[in-house]
């Protein structure tokens, strides 16, 4: 959510270290001055989510008291839900959306939409994000309209963001998830959206796995094996970069069981991992079934 007070945008750099995957970057860099109150809080906010992106969920709830401005409290009930029991968290967040005093809020709605997803449940994501009001809202309609294969209307919510700021990060960032959905010749047009991130920015493990994907999709697993083990020395217990790690030496028929371990010691419920479980038991079963 981008200040609306005129003058210099003091929360760029913050802003575009942390859609970026620069999270300690972000944190670090954090101590901005003369921030007015409404650029405060969102600076905070960009500061919490980036220690739940390392996993410093704790600490964000630690941090986060009752008297902090909505946006915060609903950043610190996405760390309560990520680090679990998750139920609680589901619950309050329900009470939180009927309440017609801050439902409306663009960070609660977010937040929404962020743990919907997280549930699968996408048409009650779309319920508190699809009308829109900031690119980060807009963003995340694009992700879960590609996570329901609907390219159509992710399309739309992309044509959307390119007519308020076509070169905004995360409309770029939404340009290249959609071409990588799209497939075929997009995915070279998503290939140089991440080339054009690692020459303007610091390189991190989001930008490299996104050149990696599209490498994979060019067949060229040689290329994608070096960026994603590139990716696996900046935060070796990373889901995507083991995921990732896991396909590419699968089409470049290498042992994956060392990733595979990492992936299901780090993320037990990470998808591939569950899949992997899933196949396992349908397969001792057969076993058993013809002994």
Aim: proline share 3%.
């Amino acid at each position: 959510m981008a200040s609306s007070t005129a003058g210099p945008d003091h929360l760029f750099g913050l802003r575009s270290s942390f859609h970026l995957g620069a999270y300690q970057t972000a944190i670090n860099n954090s101590d901005i001055p003369n921030l007015s109150p409404e650029d405060a809080v969102e600076r905070d906010s960009l500061v919490y989510r980036s220690y739940i992106a390392l996993g410093s969920y704790q600490l964000v709830i630690n941090e986060i008291d009752s008297s902090a401005p909505t946006p915060l409290q609903a950043i610190k009930l996405l760390a309560i839900y990520l680090s679990g029991p998750q139920e609680s968290a589901l619950s309050s967040l329900k009470e939180w959306l009927g309440d017609v005093a801050i439902a409306n809020n663009p960070v609660l709605r977010l937040i929404a939409g962020i743990i919907y997803m997280h549930e699968q449940d996408y048409n009650e994501a779309l319920k508190h994000t699809n009308s829109g009001g900031t690119m980060e809202l807009h963003a995340l309609n694009v992700q879960i309209y590609l996570k329901m294969h609907r390219s159509d209307y992710a399309e739309k919510q992309l044509k959307i963001m390119q007519q308020i700021d076509e070169d905004h990060t995360l409309t770029q960032l939404a340009h290249a998830c959609f071409n990588l959905a799209v497939g075929g010749a997009k995915i070279q047009e998503a290939y140089l959206i991440f080339q054009d991130f690692s020459d303007k920015y610091q390189m991190t493990g989001l930008i490299l796995n996104g050149k990696a994907v599209c490498c994979m999709h060019m067949g060229r697993f040689d290329d994608a094996e070096g960026l994603l083990l590139e990716a696996l020395n900046k935060d070796a217990k990373d889901a995507e970069t083991l995921a990732n790690l896991i396909v590419c030496n699968l089409h470049l028929g290498k042992s994956s069981s060392r990733f595979f371990s990492q992936l299901k010691l780090s993320h037990p419920d990470h998808m591939l991992g569950k899949r992997s479980s899933a196949a396992e038991d349908r397969f001792d079963r057969a076993v058993q079934s013809v002994a």
